[in-house]
């Protein structure tokens, strides 16, 4: 107590502003680690803050890719899902975007879906997104083949594709 009056007791008002800047960043963080929440499952992937917010990108309704800076953002119409991946494991998210790349066609970065680069694109891709996966979980790879085989797969072009 004698400390905190030591140190906010300034009669200039400018140290209470201090302690509720001080109080306010504190409260934001703690608010970020409890209510915070990323998940992927098999057919989306999402993002939720408490009851206030909450969008999902289902990936079979994914209308394009966008590359940003230490994210990837996934759109599904109006809807967008950054893909953080310094804060979550998104390594499923990794394998049913390189699954939906063999599937079907949708925009990638300063790539539309008519694209005539279009598949140089997607390739180019499939061979970042897989080396990530690979990077990410190494040693599950490598104590899996089949599973490495089946990653390995899903860098290959497709002979065609739904849309």
């Known amino acids: 107590m004698a400390l905190a009056i030591l140190i906010f007791g300034d009669p200039t008002g400018r140290s209470l502003f201090d302690a509720l800047a001080l109080l306010l960043v504190s409260l934001t963080l703690l608010a970020h680690g409890i209510w915070r929440r990323f998940g992927v499952d098999k057919d989306k992937v999402w993002t939720k803050f408490g009851p206030w917010f909450y969008r999902e990108v289902h990936f079979s309704g994914i209308t394009r890719l966008e590359g940003g800076i230490?994210?990837?953002?996934?759109?599904e119409s109006g809807t967008m899902v950054n893909v953080d991946y310094q804060r979550f494991d998104y390594s499923l998210v990794y394998v049913r975007l390189l699954e939906e790349l063999q599937k079907r066609r949708?925009?990638?970065p300063g790539v539309?879906?008519?694209s005539p680069d279009w598949d140089m694109a997607a390739q180019q891709?499939?061979?970042t997104i897989?080396?990530?996966?690979y990077k990410l979980q190494k040693k599950y790879y490598d104590s899996h083949p089949q599973s490495l085989e089946y990653l390995n797969s899903l860098t290959e072009t497709p002979a065609s594709?739904?849309?």
């Open 161 to 163: 594709y739904i849309n």
């Open 125 to 127: 891709w499939r061979q």
């Open 106 to 108: 949708f925009g990638l």
């Open 112 to 114: 539309g879906v008519d």
């Open 130 to 133: 897989a080396l990530r996966l």
């Open 70 to 75: 230490q994210r990837f953002k996934l759109y």
